[in-house]
């Protein structure tokens, strides 16, 4: 059997063959780690040059930034800066100011920047941000540059470097900033404290075209502690602001403005102290405001207390002060609470105390502005008030109320416990004037207007009512005969109101329950004589300077009743052509029955006659009157008058022989002491005529033509009449 040859062995490679293919690919990856481990150990210094050598590069040597530490982090995608500073050259004014960079200086404790999307680093394409946080700003602007807006500018994201798409920071954390803008001596503004929270910002086209974002961000979130601000020479101060743009809020907390100079007419600017606990604006569209409109749902001013010098020149509107910060600004409701305002520096010096306002649809613009739909703004007010004064033909005399209402919508304007009153008394009120004054206090528990024309009154300065009513008032007139008489013409006349610089148009005038009480001291007697007009009840209708509305045919109409000396009816009606050049009117009345002694209160003192006896049993009279004079008819009648002529010589009763004799001569020959006679039963008119003195008012007039009537009447001879009711 032949012999079969052995099989080969397998041939075995050598182990030192084995152990060798992957060693050189575990030596290059150990390299590489090497080689990174160093790079890591020098990126964070070389990083830190960079940023420093870039900022002075970019800033053309104007600023030199310092970095104490740099630490990043790939594994944790992160960043973190300690002890950074920001300050401008000692070169900084020398050079060229090209790049118009702002002047300021920050110093940062901490800056962390935590997840960094290095994938999208590297594909150049909106890189996401988990996280960045500032910590310890303390930032000092001490000049901004003054560059225009230029159009053709690029959008903030097309300036990112590195060419990127953009840029989305998930978190945005400030805490404990400081900041203050201004020169070193007196900043401008300031604020102690600060904390900010921007969320989900995106620095991208999509950003900027997201019409629900606010500068790019989603919400923002910031709170302020010791604002301060110098404005207008003015020191505004505000305790806390905080703003959150996810509830559409602001709040501010204890706002206060101090003037900075102490002289209230400085140069005739404006001039304002101002101390206001709270303000909050809610329905805030944040949004809008990067689009230059401004929308809100309310603001509330709580408590303001402000006293201020108005300037000589008046502001602009509200609505152009605002045109350069917003096309559009509305608010859908305004209200201020417990406010008080003190207006110095001006003679009336009005006081309003515990104000409330509420306004409705404001539109502050120029739209607004020219609405005829909207009052100063608004397309309605209310407004109510404590109690409130001011000075008229100031210094000498206050008008005070205790609180006023009004309405804009349905034109409702009411006063309660109003009183005019003078602020001295009748002889220092003559003396201060150098000529006989009227000493006129007024008090009544309301004034109720309606029907008034808010809008023609603020666009117009037009007075345009439906109705007005004073009831109740309480009404005293003095004057003090010792002081010349005013050599100026009396305002006090129908043809004035008809002159008045601005539109009067008032429906009705109602007068409900006046008590009147009036006193003159004679300089012959020296003693007073008094007069009262108490239950007064009238009407005057068609107070208008309009020419639509006032004409001969249609003037305004006065009637009147009430009591004279509380004993004695008087009734009158006048016609009042308000705008007739020679101030013409005319005037029909009656009074009676009634003891003619009743006025004895003002003819003992002031015309030195005394009526013994007489008994009025109707009076009637008829008036034309005008710029010239008082004439007309009257017709008296009465019995058994008899009268004395008193002496301030004669004692007690002021009676001397010569008036005694005088007395008793007038009444046997010149007075009728009854009309009619009882022989002839024809009743003896009196002639009214009066001369006009221009310096006195139409109520001397009148008064002066029922004299001239009356003592006509009781047989005065008519020249001798005329005369006597001329004198005062």
Known sequence: ???????????????????????????????????????????????????????????????????????????????????????????????????????????????RIAGIGLSDLLRRDVVAVDKVQLDSLHLRVYEWPKTSRNASSKPLYQQLPFDLKGLRLGEIALTRIQAAYGPNEQPVLQFRQGDALVRDLLLSATGAADIQRIGYAATVAVRVRGWQATVQRHEVNLAAVQFISARHRLEADSLRVTPLFANAKRQGNLRIAL??????????????????????????LQGPNASFSPPDQPPPALSKLLAPYFDRVQLHHLRLTHGYIKVE?????????????????????????????????????????????????????????????????????????????????????????????????????????????????????????????????????????????????????PESLGKLPFRLDVRALRLSDWNMNFSYLAPVSGKTGTMTLTRLNGTLTNISNDPAHMTAAHPAIARASGLLQNACLVQATFWLPLLDPNGAHRAEGTFGPASITLLNSMTEPT?????????????????????????????????DLKLSFLSKKGGADQKTLLSKVTSKLVNGIVIRDENPRRDDKALKPGKIQSARDPRFSVFSLWRQGVVSGLLNSIGVPGKLAKSLSESE
Do not use: C
């Open 1 to 111: 059997m032949p012999h079969s040859p052995a099989l080969p062995e397998p041939l075995t490679p050598p182990a030192k063959t084995r152990s060798r293919w992957w060693f050189w690919p575990l030596m290059g990856v150990g390299l590489l780690a090497l080689l990174l481990g160093v790079a890591l150990l020098f990126l964070d210094s070389w990083l830190r040059q960079k940023l420093e050598k870039q900022v002075a590069t970019r800033s053309a040597g104007r600023y030199e930034l310092r970095i104490a530490s740099l630490q990043t982090s790939l594994w944790q995608r992160s960043i973190r800066l300690n002890g950074v500073r920001l300050k401008p050259t000692a070169s900084f004014g020398k050079l060229k100011n090209i790049n118009a960079l702002p002047h300021l200086q920050f110093a940062l404790q901490e800056l």
């Open 275 to 300: 101390r206001l606990p709270r303000i909050l604006l809610t329905g805030l569209q944040t949004a809008q405001l990067a689009r230059r409109q401004f929308r809100a749902a309310s603001l509330l």
């Open 345 to 493: 520096s001006i003679e009336r010096k009005p006081v309003i105390e515990n104000i409330a306002i509420d306004g409705s649809d404001l539109r502050v613009d120029g739209v607004g502005a020219q609405d005829p739909k909207r009052i100063l703004y608004a397309t309605a007010w209310q407004a109510q008030t404590g109690r409130g004064t001011l000075l008229l033909d100031a210094p000498y005399y206050r008008l005070a109320y205790k609180q006023l209402r009004l309405s804009t919508k349905p034109g409702l304007f009411h006063m309660l416990d109003v009183r005019l009153a003078p602020t001295m008394s009748v002889a220092e009120l003559s003396r201060r004037k150098h000529h006989q004054a009227p000493h006129v206090t007024l008090q009544t528990p309301q004034v109720r207007v309606t029907g008034f024309d808010f809008a023609a009154l603020e666009r117009h300065g037009a007075v345009i009512a439906r109705e007005v009513l004073i009831r109740q008032a309480r009404v005293a007139v003095a004057g003090d005969g010792r002081f010349p008489v005013n050599p100026n013409p009396s305002v006090v006349t």
């Open 607 to 639: 015309r030195m006659v005394r009526f013994e006896r007489g008994q009025i049993q109707h009076v009637a009279v008829q008036l034309q009157l005008d710029k010239q004079q008082a004439r007309g008819t009257m017709w008296a009648s009465y019995y």
